[in-house]
């Protein structure tokens, strides 16, 4: 099995192949690479790989290698709380004086931090301890968008890995197989504007292929300039709850930011966005997205739901 199932990556692919087969195996792994880019895909391989009792590692069917992909190994920990802006040093502490104690049911033991650019100077000195002297089962995976904004003296320990784009035609076959419904022209689009990392250019798609009826309607009365089908989309949102409200302006705001990047000569990813930079100034099409972009905070805000809905008639007409 190995590590087919990463897109991509031929040449980490084969080294870590390779390495895994001597059994050399880094104590510390820096993965590197913009958001969508496989990271994550290629950390849990990797763990899996590490983990693995089968052949051809990781040979995804054993135990080791089902409970990694299912997240529940006991030897393979996530070191992050995702509600806070930066990744807790008490966490990484823990993390690094739970490394000490033996694995729980394998030769090694992994730490995952998923966003090693959000560690902070006083997280990274304490990872840096175990860095210097790590029990000889410990392995720590590190992700990064951002490897400059790791200490020098962190970033030399790792091997690095950094992700690569994907061939065009590799990025355009996965495509098709996850957005059977879209167009060609708009999988291309989203091709070209991915800078070939497929997580990016499934995002792109993904605000095209999943249009609720209120965005389909707003992108009608917008690119007509028709306030009464304006107020017609909001007058029934003013009674929805906070969160609803705020998932669908963050939409707007995407079909916004994509008819406005498609005004500005970037290919369109969906047909709304083709419609409203066709119809629309890319001046109105700014001014638009800002006001989207202030309701939503807005609603984030507290501010109730009826004047929010209120604003944006107001300032969209
Ligand atoms: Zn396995």
Redesign the pocket.
């Known amino acids: 099995m190995g590590f087919d199932t990463l897109l991509g990556n031929d040449q980490t692919k084969e080294n870590l192949g390779l390495a895994l087969k001597k059994g050399r195996i880094s104590h510390f792994y820096l993965i590197s690479g913009p958001e969508g880019s496989g990271k994550h895909t290629l950390a849990r391989l990797l763990a899996?790989a590490i983990l693995?009792?089968?052949a051809d590692?990781?040979?995804?069917?054993?135990t080791?290698?089902r409970k990694v992909l299912e997240g529940v190994h006991p030897d393979f920990i996530t070191v992050d709380d995702p509600e806070k802006k930066t990744v807790p040093v008490d966490l990484i502490r823990q993390a690094r004086a739970d490394m000490y104690v033996m694995p729980n049911e394998s030769e090694h033991k992994l730490y995952l931090f998923p966003r090693a650019q959000d560690m902070g100077i006083p997280g990274q000195n304490a990872l840096l301890k175990v860095l210097e002297e790590p029990p000889s089962y410990g392995v720590f995976l590190l992700l990064t968008t951002n490897p400059d904004a790791l200490l020098p003296t962190v970033r030399s320990r790792c091997t690095e890995i950094r992700m690569q784009a994907l061939p065009r035609n590799v990025l355009l076959e996965a495509l098709a197989r996850q957005f059977p419904q879209a167009e060609p022209e708009d999988l291309q689009a989203a091709a070209n504007r991915s800078g070939g990392f497929l997580g990016q250019a499934q995002a792109l798609l993904a605000v095209g292929s999943q249009i609720p009826e209120e965005t389909r309607l707003l992108a009608d009365a917008l690119c007509s300039r028709d306030s009464l089908k304006l107020t017609q989309v909001l007058v029934p949102m003013e009674k929805w709850k906070r969160d609803a409200l705020a998932d669908t302006l963050k939409l707007w705001q995407e079909l916004l930011e994509s008819a406005l990047a498609t005004a500005c000569g970037s290919q369109a990813v969906s047909p709304l966005a083709r419609a409203l930079a066709a119809s629309r100034e890319s001046r109105d099409l700014y001014a638009m997205y800002e006001t989207v972009k202030k309701a939503r905070e807005y609603t984030l805000s507290n501010v109730s739901p009826a004047a929010v809905c209120g604003f944006l008639a107001w300032t969209l007409r």
């Open positions: 899996a693995c009792t089968g590692r990781p040979c995804m069917r054993c080791a290698c």
